[in-house]
Protein backbone atom coordinates (compact mmCIF):
# COMPACT_ATOMS: atom_id res chain seq x y z
CA UNK A 1 0.00 0.00 0.00
CA UNK A 2 1.41 3.12 -0.67
CA UNK A 3 2.00 5.70 1.79
CA UNK A 4 1.24 9.57 1.76
CA UNK A 5 3.21 11.17 -0.71
CA UNK A 6 4.15 15.18 -1.37
CA UNK A 7 5.59 16.85 -4.52
CA UNK A 8 8.42 17.84 -4.86
CA UNK A 9 10.78 16.94 -2.47
CA UNK A 10 12.76 19.97 -2.83
CA UNK A 11 11.01 23.81 -4.19
CA UNK A 12 13.41 26.96 -4.64
CA UNK A 13 11.70 29.72 -4.81
CA UNK A 14 12.78 33.60 -4.16
CA UNK A 15 10.87 36.43 -2.39
CA UNK A 16 7.51 37.82 -3.21
CA UNK A 17 6.31 34.41 -5.50
CA UNK A 18 4.15 31.91 -5.07
CA UNK A 19 4.60 28.32 -3.90
CA UNK A 20 2.18 25.20 -4.88
CA UNK A 21 2.83 21.85 -2.68
CA UNK A 22 1.29 18.82 -3.39
CA UNK A 23 -0.03 15.62 -1.19
CA UNK A 24 -2.10 12.16 -1.93
CA UNK A 25 -3.52 10.68 0.93
CA UNK A 26 -3.46 6.76 1.49
CA UNK A 27 -5.99 5.33 -0.50
CA UNK A 28 -9.24 5.47 1.62
CA UNK A 29 -8.35 8.63 3.62
CA UNK A 30 -10.39 11.40 3.58
CA UNK A 31 -8.66 13.47 5.91
CA UNK A 32 -5.61 15.90 5.25
CA UNK A 33 -3.85 18.23 7.76
CA UNK A 34 -0.61 20.26 6.80
CA UNK A 35 2.30 21.55 8.88
CA UNK A 36 5.02 23.58 8.90
CA UNK A 37 8.51 22.84 10.58
CA UNK A 38 11.10 25.52 10.51
CA UNK A 39 14.59 24.32 10.91
CA UNK A 40 15.23 23.33 14.70
CA UNK A 41 11.85 23.68 15.70
CA UNK A 42 8.48 21.93 16.67
CA UNK A 43 5.66 21.32 13.63
CA UNK A 44 3.21 24.42 13.35
CA UNK A 45 -0.59 23.09 12.34
CA UNK A 46 -1.32 24.74 9.39
CA UNK A 47 -4.45 23.35 7.89
CA UNK A 48 -6.99 20.59 8.37
CA UNK A 49 -8.90 19.28 5.59
CA UNK A 50 -11.75 16.65 5.53
CA UNK A 51 -13.90 15.54 2.80
CA UNK A 52 -12.81 18.39 1.02
CA UNK A 53 -13.87 20.90 3.65
CA UNK A 54 -11.59 23.25 5.22
CA UNK A 55 -12.21 22.24 9.26
CA UNK A 56 -9.60 24.43 11.03
CA UNK A 57 -6.58 26.40 10.37
CA UNK A 58 -3.68 27.33 12.93
CA UNK A 59 -2.36 30.78 13.50
CA UNK A 60 -1.29 31.69 9.89
CA UNK A 61 -1.53 34.80 7.36
CA UNK A 62 -4.13 34.50 4.75
CA UNK A 63 -1.48 33.80 2.18
CA UNK A 64 -1.03 30.15 3.24
CA UNK A 65 -3.78 28.67 1.69
CA UNK A 66 -4.86 25.71 0.35
CA UNK A 67 -7.51 22.84 -1.09
CA UNK A 68 -8.48 19.05 -1.31
CA UNK A 69 -10.09 17.29 -4.30
CA UNK A 70 -12.68 15.34 -4.84
CA UNK A 71 -10.09 12.67 -5.22
CA UNK A 72 -8.90 13.99 -1.53
CA UNK A 73 -5.39 14.98 -2.46
CA UNK A 74 -4.47 18.47 -1.73
CA UNK A 75 -2.38 21.28 -2.24
CA UNK A 76 -1.13 23.84 -0.04
CA UNK A 77 -0.62 27.59 -1.56
CA UNK A 78 2.02 29.77 -0.26
CA UNK A 79 1.38 33.54 -1.72
CA UNK A 80 3.92 36.52 -1.89
CA UNK A 81 6.93 34.23 -0.30
CA UNK A 82 9.21 35.47 2.78
CA UNK A 83 12.44 34.26 3.80
CA UNK A 84 10.61 32.99 7.32
CA UNK A 85 8.36 30.36 4.98
CA UNK A 86 11.34 28.98 4.48
CA UNK A 87 10.72 25.13 5.80
CA UNK A 88 9.60 21.34 5.55
CA UNK A 89 6.19 21.10 5.17
CA UNK A 90 4.31 18.36 5.88
CA UNK A 91 1.34 16.35 5.27
CA UNK A 92 -0.32 13.64 6.75
CA UNK A 93 -3.83 12.08 6.04
CA UNK A 94 -6.02 10.01 8.65
CA UNK A 95 -8.73 7.37 7.90
CA UNK A 96 -12.43 8.18 7.07
CA UNK A 97 -14.59 9.02 9.98
CA UNK A 98 -12.07 7.66 12.51
CA UNK A 99 -11.51 10.74 14.56
CA UNK A 100 -8.98 8.83 16.99
CA UNK A 101 -7.29 7.39 14.63
CA UNK A 102 -3.47 7.89 14.03
CA UNK A 103 -2.07 9.93 11.53
CA UNK A 104 0.33 8.86 8.78
CA UNK A 105 3.28 11.33 7.33
CA UNK A 106 4.57 12.39 4.24
CA UNK A 107 8.39 12.39 4.37
CA UNK A 108 7.52 16.35 3.20
CA UNK A 109 8.32 19.22 0.96
CA UNK A 110 11.82 21.43 1.78
CA UNK A 111 11.00 24.71 0.90
CA UNK A 112 13.81 27.19 0.02
CA UNK A 113 12.54 30.88 -0.07
CA UNK A 114 15.76 33.21 -1.19
CA UNK B 1 -7.34 20.12 23.38
CA UNK B 2 -5.65 19.85 26.49
CA UNK B 3 -1.93 21.33 26.39
CA UNK B 4 1.17 18.67 27.58
CA UNK B 5 4.33 19.51 28.63
CA UNK B 6 7.67 17.36 28.28
CA UNK B 7 11.18 17.99 29.13
CA UNK B 8 13.62 19.24 25.95
CA UNK B 9 15.95 16.62 26.23
CA UNK B 10 16.78 13.02 27.72
CA UNK B 11 19.77 10.96 27.14
CA UNK B 12 19.73 7.13 27.80
CA UNK B 13 21.99 4.67 27.35
CA UNK B 14 21.98 1.54 24.37
CA UNK B 15 19.99 -1.68 25.84
CA UNK B 16 17.97 0.37 28.65
CA UNK B 17 14.80 1.42 29.08
CA UNK B 18 13.99 4.61 27.71
CA UNK B 19 11.11 6.71 29.92
CA UNK B 20 9.55 10.16 28.21
CA UNK B 21 7.30 11.48 30.90
CA UNK B 22 4.62 14.00 29.77
CA UNK B 23 2.49 16.09 31.92
CA UNK B 24 -1.31 16.93 31.13
CA UNK B 25 -2.94 18.11 33.80
CA UNK B 26 -6.07 20.15 32.05
CA UNK B 27 -6.99 16.63 30.27
CA UNK B 28 -10.76 16.42 29.46
CA UNK B 29 -12.27 12.71 30.09
CA UNK B 30 -12.95 12.58 26.01
CA UNK B 31 -9.16 13.33 25.06
CA UNK B 32 -6.85 10.38 24.02
CA UNK B 33 -2.81 10.67 24.91
CA UNK B 34 -0.57 10.36 21.31
CA UNK B 35 2.63 10.06 21.04
CA UNK B 36 4.63 10.34 18.09
CA UNK B 37 8.20 10.16 16.76
CA UNK B 38 10.46 12.14 14.73
CA UNK B 39 13.55 11.36 13.43
CA UNK B 40 15.99 13.75 11.81
CA UNK B 41 14.11 15.37 8.66
CA UNK B 42 11.55 12.67 8.06
CA UNK B 43 7.67 13.03 9.08
CA UNK B 44 6.71 12.28 12.41
CA UNK B 45 5.59 8.40 12.78
CA UNK B 46 3.20 7.16 15.08
CA UNK B 47 3.91 5.22 18.49
CA UNK B 48 0.87 4.33 20.33
CA UNK B 49 -2.53 6.37 21.86
CA UNK B 50 -4.46 5.06 25.33
CA UNK B 51 -7.27 6.79 26.58
CA UNK B 52 -7.25 5.70 30.52
CA UNK B 53 -5.43 2.25 30.14
CA UNK B 54 -2.23 1.34 29.78
CA UNK B 55 -0.96 0.35 26.63
CA UNK B 56 1.16 -1.98 24.92
CA UNK B 57 2.17 -2.50 21.26
CA UNK B 58 5.65 -3.95 19.47
CA UNK B 59 7.13 -0.23 19.56
CA UNK B 60 6.53 1.08 23.44
CA UNK B 61 4.07 1.19 26.05
CA UNK B 62 2.14 3.69 27.68
CA UNK B 63 1.30 4.39 31.13
CA UNK B 64 -0.92 6.36 32.32
CA UNK B 65 -1.78 7.24 35.76
CA UNK B 66 -5.00 7.15 37.31
CA UNK B 67 -5.97 10.56 37.32
CA UNK B 68 -5.04 10.68 33.72
CA UNK B 69 -3.15 14.48 34.23
CA UNK B 70 0.29 12.69 33.34
CA UNK B 71 1.54 9.55 31.04
CA UNK B 72 5.43 7.86 30.54
CA UNK B 73 5.86 6.14 27.30
CA UNK B 74 8.36 3.48 27.64
CA UNK B 75 11.01 2.26 25.53
CA UNK B 76 11.70 -1.07 27.10
CA UNK B 77 14.94 -1.98 25.05
CA UNK B 78 16.10 1.26 23.65
CA UNK B 79 18.22 0.95 20.38
CA UNK B 80 20.85 3.72 18.63
CA UNK B 81 18.19 4.06 15.68
CA UNK B 82 15.63 5.27 18.75
CA UNK B 83 17.08 8.96 18.66
CA UNK B 84 14.66 11.40 17.54
CA UNK B 85 12.18 13.86 19.54
CA UNK B 86 9.36 12.33 20.74
CA UNK B 87 5.91 14.13 20.79
CA UNK B 88 2.68 14.01 23.52
CA UNK B 89 0.13 14.87 21.95
CA UNK B 90 -3.76 15.42 23.90
CA UNK B 91 -6.46 15.79 22.14
CA UNK B 92 -10.30 14.70 21.38
CA UNK B 93 -12.09 15.11 17.66
CA UNK B 94 -10.02 18.16 16.47
CA UNK B 95 -6.68 18.80 14.99
CA UNK B 96 -3.66 17.12 15.97
CA UNK B 97 -0.99 20.06 17.38
CA UNK B 98 2.64 19.14 18.42
CA UNK B 99 4.35 20.77 20.72
CA UNK B 100 8.13 21.16 20.85
CA UNK B 101 8.59 17.63 22.21
CA UNK B 102 11.69 15.58 23.65
CA UNK B 103 14.88 15.06 22.36
CA UNK B 104 15.88 11.46 23.09
CA UNK B 105 19.53 10.48 22.35
CA UNK B 106 20.55 7.15 22.61
CA UNK B 107 24.05 6.50 23.62
CA UNK B 108 26.61 3.61 23.12
Known amino acids: EAGVTQSPTHLIKTRGQQATLRCSPISGHTSVYWYQQALGLGLQFLLW???????NRGNFPPRFSGRQFPNYSSELNVNALELEDSALYLCASRATGALREKLFFGSGTQLSVL | DAKTTQPPSMDCAEGRAANLPCNHSTISGNEYVYWYRQIHSQGPQYIIHGLKNNETNEMASLIITEDRKSSTLILPHATLRDTAVYYCIVRAHNDMRFGAGTRLTVKP
Open chain 1, 49 to 55: YDEGEER
